[in-house]
């Protein structure tokens, strides 16, 4: 009997479908360059407040540890899993749940978007994104091609279900998170190709109460104020974009090296969360973030890929969602940093610190990748 083939064992041609090596590469680069910048952004401030320079470190590399097992785990699992009602629903009503949970909960500056424990921190938010994902999907699937343009039927359940979610959200107060929801749905209804005049009225019944929440309600407005010119409050409401924009313009083109900035020695408030693309600037320098930029871009078009290889167009719909709402998040935690929006709390995917985003990130690429798995299995049938 002549040799066998390698790839003719099943366990050999899964190892050979495990993955798109881009999408791969590009999130183990993006883990392990963040718990670096994390620890070099967060050691002076770990060691002042906890006695420990490798405080956040440490954390920061737990949480990337499950992180990467979980990716591994969702890379494994079949995204049609997801498709099912008995999966899809009782996720969402866990989402809401826990959306209404955190109303119970004792507030942290001034805010409750956190379900805590002890030491164990773990924002909903995040997570009901993917939950209102895999409804809007699952929903718009059930209708192509034959009722997407019934306004009543598919447009307004998944309109009134993504509201509900915006509102819970909204009311924590978190507005950006509120919006990043919405992006998710309008998204997920232009990809499947709802008409764009039935989007446009949710977006014309939206302007009134995004205008109050931005115009009447004071701490907003003053942020707005601010944005426009910071220097107007140098030392209050400005003070972080301001120290955010001396740390980026002092890292020139080179960076002034790896652990060498100095806006995080107490100047730029909390460096290696919200605003680690900052020390990314100063460290790094100009070729830092570009580089970091150029690799979000790549992320964004391989996704892309992925979702239009796709076998259907639950896939389609799922991978076109993972690959927008991660890099949308970059991109608008880049502009909050360099001073082209507002200062809105929103983390760098897969490099600020944090367990919530840190986990739910490599969730949805583990998704993406078994979408990339089922796409290449399909074409080699």
């Known amino acids: 009997m002549g040799r066998k083939n390698k790839y003719e064992d099943p366990a050999n041609r899964r190892l050979r ?51 990467l097992v979980v990716m591994v785990v969702t890379l494994n699992i079949d995204y049609h899993f997801y498709q099912k009602p008995w999966v899809v629903f009782p996720l969402l009503a866990v989402c809401m749940v826990s959306l209404i949970a955190v109303f119970f909960m004792p507030p942290i500056n001034n805010a409750h978007r956190w379900l805590h424990w002890r030491s164990f921190n773990l924002q909903p938010s995040e997570f009901a994104k993917l939950g209102l994902m895999f409804f809007i999907a699952y929903w718009l699937c059930r209708q192509i091609p034959d009722r997407l343009e019934d306004f009543w039927k598919t447009f307004f359940p998944a309109a009134a279900v993504t509201a509900v979610m915006m509102g819970l959200v909204a009311m924590e107060p978190d507005l950006g998170m509120a919006l990043s929801v919405a992006f998710v749905m309008l998204v997920l209804m232009f990809a499947a190709g709802i008409p764009l005049r039935q989007m446009a009225t949710l977006g014309i019944a939206a302007v009134p109460a995004l205008y109050y929440l931005l115009f009447h309600v004071s701490w907003r407005m003053e942020r707005m104020l601010v944005f426009i010119d910071p220097w107007k409050d140098p030392q209050g409401r400005g003070f972080q974009s301001i120290q955010s924009m001396i740390a980026i313009g002092s890292g020139g083109f080179w960076g002034t090296g790896f ?52 076998p259907d167009s639950f896939g389609m719909l799922l991978g076109i969602g993972v690959a927008s709402t991660i890099v949308l998040q970059a991109l608008f935690n880049m502009s909050v940093t360099v001073g082209l929006l507002p200062v809105k709390g929103m983390p760098l995917p897969l490099v600020s610190y944090g367990g919530s985003s840190m986990l739910l990130t490599l969730t949805e690429i583990g998704i993406l990748l078994n979408i990339a798995q089922q796409a290449k299995r399909a074409s080699d049938n």
């Open 17 to 67: 479908l495990i993955t798109d090596r881009w999408i791969f590469g590009i999130t183990l680069v993006l883990v392990i360059f963040g718990v670096l910048m994390v620890y070099s952004a967060s050691a002076m401030l770990a060691a002042e407040k906890f006695e420990s320079q490798t405080y956040f470190l440490s954390r920061q590399a737990a949480w990337a540890a499950i992180g």
């Open 259 to 310: 652990a060498r900035g100095r806006q995080k020695l107490f100047y730029l408030p909390e460096p290696h969360t919200d605003f680690i693309f900052a020390e990314v600037g100063e460290e790094l320098g100009l070729l830092g973030v570009v580089t970091l930029a150029i690799l979000f871009a790549v992320f964004f078009y391989r996704g892309l890929r992925i979702a239009l290889r796709a």
